[in-house]
């Protein structure tokens, strides 16, 4: 999906909240945002996707301030508070009658942990809302192609999971682990280095998903959703034999929307923006499970 004018305002305003969380000198905060206020300048297009937007305005910020990880205590708060709800989510997901409905009810887990993000204008998250929202799931799904997902993973060996952010990642556990249920090899697959609050290998291990995929690997770069040019080798040999992809977060929706596929991905995902809303014919504060064939 390409940008929508108000990318622009939402691009800035997160750029601002990351560099004051990225240092406390006044002087670098200024030159940081004025180098950001360029980038846009140079490449804010109607041709330009938010996620590469967003990666560049990231490097920018990690750059300037010499913080690599500006949202660090927040995705350690993520995965704790995340870890809390887990008896909850999994006695959730028990209450299917059949593997199908559990499989439902771990996406729509899945889905619910991709609340978890910071700083987009508009969008207000707090960690008391997730019980809630687990029990509304179904209530927020506006596009539901979680049954033919189903079919789809019931037919398959092996998938290739794309991860999104702190926190999140536990939520992931539980629909990894119907997944196994189904007798399917699971590979997971974090980014290469911190971006925004997107899950690195530090988030692994707290997680847990570590002890129920069977592998876990990198994108092997710091990209908001998948830029297939500055993948690693690794990554991209194994997403080119992916049978079928599940990828959670609105920067896969953003960047493979972008591409010819050649195989089924399924995108699971909140819409925290009305641009991203919009491409999927959606309101804003939805969940959504979409097959894209």
Same mark, same amino acid.
């Given at each position: 999906?390409?940008?929508?004018? *108000? ?6 305003? %997160? ?11 006044? #002087?670098? %905060?200024? +030159? ?9 300048? %140079? *490449?804010?297009?109607? &041709? ?16 300037? &301030? ?10 350690? !708060? ?5 870890? +809390? ?16 409905? +559990?499989?439902? !009810? ?28 687990? %029990? ?50 699971? &590979? ?32 092997? &770069? ?12 690794? $990554?991209?040999?194994?997403?080119? !034999? ?13 960047? =493979?929307?972008?591409?010819? =596929?050649?195989?089924?991905? $399924? ?16 309101? +804003?504060?939805?969940?959504? #499970?979409?097959?894209?064939?």
């Amino acid at each position: 999906m390409k940008v929508e004018a *108000e990318c622009a305002s939402c691009l800035l305003s %997160r750029a601002k909240a990351e560099v004051y969380i990225g240092t406390t000198n006044p #002087a670098l %905060r200024f +030159r940081t945002m004025k180098e950001i206020i360029k980038l846009l300048n %140079r *490449e804010f297009k109607p &041709t330009s996707t938010p996620a590469d937007l967003g990666t560049k305005r990231d490097r920018l910020i990690k750059l300037f &301030t010499g913080n690599t990880d500006p949202y660090k205590q927040l995705k350690e !708060k993520s995965n704790q508070r995340a870890l +809390r709800l887990i008896p909850y989510a999994k006695k959730y997901v028990e209450r299917g009658h059949n593997q199908q409905e +559990r499989f439902k !009810k771990a996406t729509l887990i899945a889905i619910v942990g991709n609340m978890m993000e910071f700083d987009i204008p508009g969008y207000k998250f707090s960690f008391k809302d997730l019980t809630k929202k687990i %029990r509304e799931a179904y209530k927020d799904l506006v596009i539901d192609d979680i049954d033919s997902a189903y079919e789809l993973a019931k037919k398959a060996q092996s998938i290739l999971y794309l991860a999104d952010n702190a926190g999140e990642i536990v939520f992931d556990t539980v629909l990894v682990e119907q997944l196994k249920n189904m007798g399917l090899m699971v &590979t997971y697959v974090v980014k290469g280095d911190p971006v925004i609050n997107d899950a690195t290998l530090n988030d692994v291990a707290i997680s847990g998903m570590d002890k129920v995929a069977d592998k876990i690997i990198t994108t092997g &770069t710091d990209a908001v959703g998948l830029i297939i040019k500055e993948v690693s080798p690794e $990554f991209l040999k194994i997403y080119k !034999k992916a049978e079928l992809v599940f990828a959670k977060g609105m920067g896969y929706a953003e960047t =493979l929307t972008e591409y010819k =596929l050649t195989k089924p991905h $399924f995108l699971m995902f909140r819409t925290k923006c009305q641009p991203v809303a919009n491409y999927f014919c959606s309101s +804003r504060h939805k969940n959504i #499970a979409k097959l894209m064939q």
